[in-house]
């Protein structure tokens, strides 16, 4: 069965540490691969996503993503967090040719000052 | 910046009564989509849109939902008979094209008492 798994549900942070969400997913065939993330009391916006090509991904706000084949990963990275990046984080997955995004069950993210 | 905007943003029903949640998609977007998330799980897949029919859905969207683009530029989401486990907050995307990003709005939170 198609499944995505975040592995890290909360994560507290202090500023600039560094942050690395797991990401992994069980699909047949091409797939692509998106992080969303939700701050508080906002929609879900992308912060990044792999289609095909470098397996390292750049998003907005610093963050990237690397595409990991072999070990069915989409790991979400950023050198040093912030307070603003508290929020919600989503990966999600989709086939190449289904309209469905399937969405882990996110990452709660807490960066204390 | 063009968004994809949900109407009302909180919706309380009773028990048994239909309820329609409404979407205005992003204006050049062809695909549609709901999605769904219960309090404390990840946000599930139920439909998606395209050239006035649905081309996708999930086991949940059964004969109780009902999806419809009256106009131009509306895009609702009809439940019937609405039960206790249907409170939920609910997500309208839009996307250009397929396998593209889908642009997510604000979400209605739906209680159903």
């Known amino acids: 069965a198609q499944s995505v798994s975040q592995h890290n549900h909360h994560v507290i942070l202090s500023e600039a540490a560094s942050l690395e969400l797991g990401c992994n997913y069980s699909?047949?065939?091409?797939?692509?691969l998106f992080w969303y993330v939700q701050y508080p009391g906002q929609h879900l916006q992308l912060l990044l996503k792999?289609?095909?090509?470098?397996?390292l991904v750049k998003g907005i706000k610093g963050f990237e993503a690397e595409f990991i084949k072999s070990k069915f990963s989409f790991n979400l990275r950023k050198p040093s967090v912030q307070w603003s990046d508290t929020a919600e984080y989503f990966c999600a997955v989709n086939g190449n040719s289904g309209y469905a995004l399937n969405f882990g069950k996110g990452t709660s993210l807490l960066v204390t000052p | 910046e063009p968004e994809v905007t949900q109407t009302p943003s909180h919706q309380v029903t009773q028990m048994g009564q239909e309820v329609i949640l409404r979407c205005v998609p992003i204006?050049?977007?062809?695909?549609f989509y709901w999605y769904r998330q219960i309090l404390g799980q990840k946000v599930e897949f139920l439909v998606s849109?395209?050239?006035?029919?649905?081309?996708?859905k999930s086991e949940i969207f059964d004969d109780q939902f009902s999806v419809e683009r009256p106009d131009g530029s509306n895009f609702t989401l009809k439940i019937r008979s609405t039960k206790l486990e249907d409170s939920a907050m609910y997500f309208c995307?839009?996307?250009?094209?397929?396998?593209?990003?889908?642009?997510f709005g604000q979400g209605t939170r739906l209680t159903v008492v």
């Open positions: 699909y047949g065939g091409t797939v692509n």
């Open positions: 204006s050049n977007h062809l695909y």
């Open positions: 995307a839009s996307g250009v094209a397929l396998n593209t990003e889908a642009f």
């Open positions: 792999y289609f095909s090509g470098d397996p």
């Open positions: 849109f395209y050239n006035n029919e649905i081309s996708e």
